[in-house]
């Protein structure tokens, strides 16, 4: 294997060792590195020279701190799959769901022509953890099963196997001090890549946890991608 040079760190600032030495992080298979900061995965590419690259799942993290970050990054996320006449699930607050429609509106995108045809749907984040809990745990395996179906709902709709899943369950689950039952969740989610053609961005409030915290570095295992802002 390519080895590491002195000054190849993680963007965080993290140290990156072989996955054998990252006890306690979840590890993508075939990646190369982990970082022992936030528990992002790197690989090398074919290139000659190789050169070290984010190891991308398809299933990123934000971390926002405000609710204008959030719209940004939700709009990046979802835009592209609406023109590319993809699905797209959107599981956020009211206050997010409309928040979105609206900046969709402003950046163009044809919204009105996805939610009549069947291929944009957006429910209450809090209703789905409702629909799935059961004596006040969120149950996995019902999560990944109701969600298959809501994959497989808006993919036929849509003609088109892939489809955006934009989720903010998991962070309400962590703002209300739930972060173990968050992280559960995130597992029957990459599960559902295996079985799906999938891009899933989860959206976490930044107050709910601190970048090196325990919590964050744990969520951060969970995913491809990080961003905090």
């Known amino acids: 294997m390519t080895k590491l040079t002195a000054d190849e760190r993680c963007a965080c600032g993290g140290a990156l060792v072989p996955p054998v030495l990252a006890s306690g992080f979840a590890v993508p298979t075939g990646a190369d590195y982990v970082c022992l900061g936030c528990g992002r995965a790197y690989r090398w590419t074919s290139s000659n020279p190789p050169t070290l690259t984010v ?103 849509a003609n088109e196997p892939r489809v955006a899943v934009l989720a903010e369950c998991v962070g309400l689950l962590c703002a209300d001090g739930n972060p173990d039952a968050a992280i559960a969740l995130e597992k029957p989610g990459n599960e559902l890549l295996a079985a799906h053609d999938l891009d899933i961005l989860c959206a976490y409030p930044l107050r709910c946890c601190q970048p090196h915290d325990r919590t964050f570095q744990r969520i951060c295992a969970e995913h491809g991608g990080v961003e905090v802002r």
């Open 55 to 157: 190891f991308h799942t398809r299933h990123d993290v934000q971390f926002y701190s405000d609710d204008a970050v959030f719209f940004d990054r939700a709009t990046r996320f979802v835009a592209p799959a609406i023109d590319a006449g993809r699905g797209v699930i959107v599981l956020a607050t009211p206050h997010h769901r409309e928040g979105l429609v609206q900046r969709l509106r402003s950046e163009g995108v044809n919204i009105e022509a996805a939610i009549r045809q069947g291929t944009y749907l957006s429910l209450d984040a809090s209703d789905a953890l409702s629909s799935i809990t059961i004596e006040r745990i969120p149950d996995g395996p019902l999560f990944r099963q109701t969600l298959s179906d809501l994959i497989g709902s808006v993919a036929i709709a």
